[in-house]
Nanobody, 123 residues
Framework: VQLQASGGGLVRTGGSLRLSCVVS????????MGWFRQAPGKEREFVAT????????YYHDSVKGRFTISRDMTKNTVFLQMNNLQTEDTAVYYC?????????????????WGQGTLVTVSS
């Protein structure tokens, strides 16, 4: 299974970006999916997760109401819509897949990882 993340870039405070994560070599409906991020000099942290059906989601408190995770089974793709971006959202964003199919906020329980996409928010 391979994950390819894309959609990062440079945006001003208050702007929006949509990240995509394409899953290949496997069926998206078999996996719970998550987004994590790692800011410079900091440890990787959980951002959002969605279960295998897409019917349940969970977010870190810092992004609730601003970020939305979703999945398109027809495209084998998971999205992270990020609105009202703030400078503290600057990080490399990673998508990940877990074979449990459930909502998982701990990175050690993910089986597959994408390569990361850089999001930079300037003031």
């Amino acid at each position: 299974v391979q994950l390819q993340a894309s959609g990062g870039g440079l945006v001003r405070t208050g702007g929006s970006l949509r990240l995509s994560c394409v899953v290949s070599g496997g069926t998206l409906s078999s996996y719970g999916m998550g987004w994590f991020r790692q800011a410079p000099g900091k440890e990787r942290e959980f951002v959002a997760t969605i279960n295998f059906t897409g019917g349940s989601t969970y977010y870190h408190d810092s992004v609730k109401g601003r970020f939305t995770i979703s999945r398109d089974m027809t495209k084998n793709t998971v999205f992270l819509q990020m609105n009202n971006l703030q400078t503290e959202d600057t990080a490399v964003y990673y998508c990940a897949a877990n074979s449990h199919g459930s909502l998982v906020i701990t990175d050690e329980y993910y089986d597959y990882w994408g390569q990361g996409t850089l999001v930079t928010v300037s003031s």
